[in-house]
T-cell receptor
């Protein structure tokens, strides 16, 4: 069973360009989360999605950032008009539907996409 | 979600046992304690989770006193490959909100 996949692993953009980060959750997982890790800081929650629905976007910046998890295909985190402060590692995590004693607290993280804005 | 406090960094040598303590004074009755490990340039990885007393798996042990206001992650006989950041999190078992709240974590450095 392949783990969470993210691509690209590294992305370089110039200020004002758009960045699109993709995340394929583990097979059978219908919950996807995006986190951002700024240099020398811990991970910060951004958004929680289920198929075709945004459940919690309390950590998303109000402007320029959007996320989707369509019925088919990967989850996409989109950053429009990037600025240097967007440079960070963006991690996607997934978890399965709640079944029995499974816990939401176990999330499976991908390797991350490192965004550099020049 | 309860706030957690843990040391920013720790040093150890290969073969030693490492104990990382996390305080969570405002833990709620339905909260569980979860630890994650993050290697450089990788995503975090779930290590262990517990509610009270002691939990052990193939990677670590988790000790939780009766008042549950703190917890200790114990790594037996560490090796260089255990160098990582360790995060303590507190959240309800069925975390309906989904999100995990990560603190600063403890940066463990294992030396030869």
């Amino acid at each position: 069973n392949a783990g969470v996949m993210q691509n690209p692993r590294h992305l370089v953009r110039r200020r004002g360009q758009e960045a699109r980060l993709r995340c394929s959750p583990m097979k059978g997982h219908s919950h996807v989360y995006w986190y951002r890790q700024l240099p020398e800081e811990g991970l910060k929650f951004m958004v929680y999605l289920q198929k075709e629905n945004i459940i919690d976007e309390s950590g998303m910046p109000k402007e320029r950032f959007s996320a989707e998890f369509p019925k088919e295909g990967p989850s996409i985190l989109r950053i429009q008009q990037v600025v240097r402060g967007d440079s960070a590692a963006y991690f996607c995590a997934s978890s399965p539907r709640l079944q029995g004693t499974s816990s939401y607290n176990e999330q499976f993280f991908g390797p991350g996409t490192r965004l550099t804005v020049l | 979600l309860a706030k957690t406090t843990q040391p920013i960094s720790m040093d150890s040598y290969e073969g030693q046992e490492v104990n990382i303590t996390c305080s969570h004074n405002n833990i709620a009755t339905n909260d569980y304690i979860t630890w994650y490990q993050q290697f450089p340039s990788q995503g975090p990885r779930f290590i262990i989770q517990g509610y009270k007393t002691k939990v052990t798996n193939e990677v670590a042990s988790l000790f939780i006193p009766a008042d549950r206001k703190s917890s200790t992650l114990s790594l037996p006989r560490v090796s260089l490959s255990d160098t990582a950041v360790y995060y303590c999190l507190v959240a309800p078992f069925y975390n309906q909100g989904g999100k995990l709240i990560f603190g600063q974590g403890t940066e463990l450095s294992v030396k030869p």
